[in-house]
């Protein structure tokens, strides 16, 4: 989970890269992502909580000039003073002895709660950020099932993690690759919308998507996990398109339902809302991120979050192709 939690968003650093025009687009300049009027030492915030689970380490650090190189030593923050205050109780948190920009909670951490307000403040050198997060209710997977592409049928029903210790072991849970169409049905809750990570579990197992377009570099540019654009599903329903899985094996669908300030942060930005990964909606293709820090940039978003295993089974062990 916390790995999948990095992949999908380390916005501190990205935030970082766009300033000195590390982005995704090779055709943007530096600074261009956020503009001139983000100048340099502007607080950025990387604070993710979910539901269920303890206060998390979070990351402060700095814009820096375009044309300097991204490390700990010239963007992490140093020495801050950060506090996270829910319902009249506070909890302070410490500077990690070796990274700059890495903040631990306290000890025995308390989880975090749903439908609860949690008030972020952080002080660095006369600059205050303050922000403040409303997490989800608490998030499940009600039912997973396979649907026949042409009737929208049942074809298969899966075995979820409250059901099974072993959702990998169980055949309900085996699926040939393009073959009907996955959907995960839930009860929607007060969220403002939803992101999606999938994550290969196998190192080191073969392609089971092959085609005759892709070329060597092709294959070489695929990740082992994906995350999704933001988007809605007031029907409580996900479709997983099948070009968002690529390796056979054992796979993890995390359905994250998220709060308004990660909605917006994802929504709006290139590196997550439109250009790059899969789903989204329509129109969403946005130049400047929406950030919900006062004083700063970056985002302190929460999630409720569930999970689903699957085996990607080839229609034919021919059609694999070796990842190393």
Same mark, same amino acid.
């Given at each position: 989970m916390e790995q999948d939690m990095k992949d999908l968003l380390r916005v501190g650093w990205l935030v970082a890269l766009v300033m000195v025009g590390s982005s995704c687009s090779t055709e943007r300049k530096a600074g261009e992502l956020f503009g001139s009027d983000l100048d340099? $030492?502007?607080l950025v915030v990387d604070a993710l909580l979910l539901v269920d689970r303890p206060l998390p380490d979070l990351l402060v650090s700095q814009t820096i000039a375009p044309g300097q190189p991204v490390t700990d030593r010239n963007? $992490?923050?140093a020495g801050a003073s950060v506090v996270i205050e829910s319902g009249g +109780?506070?909890?302070v948190y410490t500077n990690d002895a070796q990274t700059r920009a890495l903040y631990h909670p306290p000890a025995n951490a308390p989880v975090v709660m749903p439908s609860t307000r949690y008030n972020l403040r952080i002080s660095a050198d006369g600059r205050v950020a303050t922000a403040t997060t409303l997490t989800p209710d608490r998030f499940a997977i009600r039912e997973a099932v396979l649907l026949d592409e042409q009737t929208l049928g049942v074809m298969q029903t899966f075995v979820t993690p409250s059901e099974t210790d072993d959702v990998f072991g169980v055949p309900e849970n085996q699926v040939i690759y393009q073959d009907g169409l996955l959907e995960a049905r839930f009860n929607p809750g007060q969220a403002a919308g939803y992101q999606v990570g999938v994550l290969s579990l196998d190192e080191g197992s073969p392609f089971v998507l092959t085609a005759d377009f892709l070329e060597e570099d092709d294959y070489a540019d695929f990740k082992r996990n994906s995350s999704s654009p933001a988007f809605v599903s007031p029907n409580g329903t996900l479709r997983l398109p099948w070009f968002a899985i690529v390796f056979a094996g054992r796979h993890t669908l995390r359905i994250f339902?998220?709060?308004?300030?990660?909605f917006d942060f994802i929504r709006t930005s290139p590196e997550f809302g439109g250009e790059g990964g899969f789903g989204g909606n329509a129109g969403d293709n946005f130049k400047f991120p929406q950030f919900h820090v006062d004083g700063g940039i970056g985002v302190f978003g +929460?999630?409720?979050v569930d999970s689903l295993g699957f085996v990607v089974l080839p229609r034919d062990p021919t059609d694999l192709r070796p990842s190393n």
């Open positions: 340099e $030492g502007r963007s $992490g923050v +109780s506070t909890y339902a998220v709060d308004e300030n990660w +929460s999630a409720s």
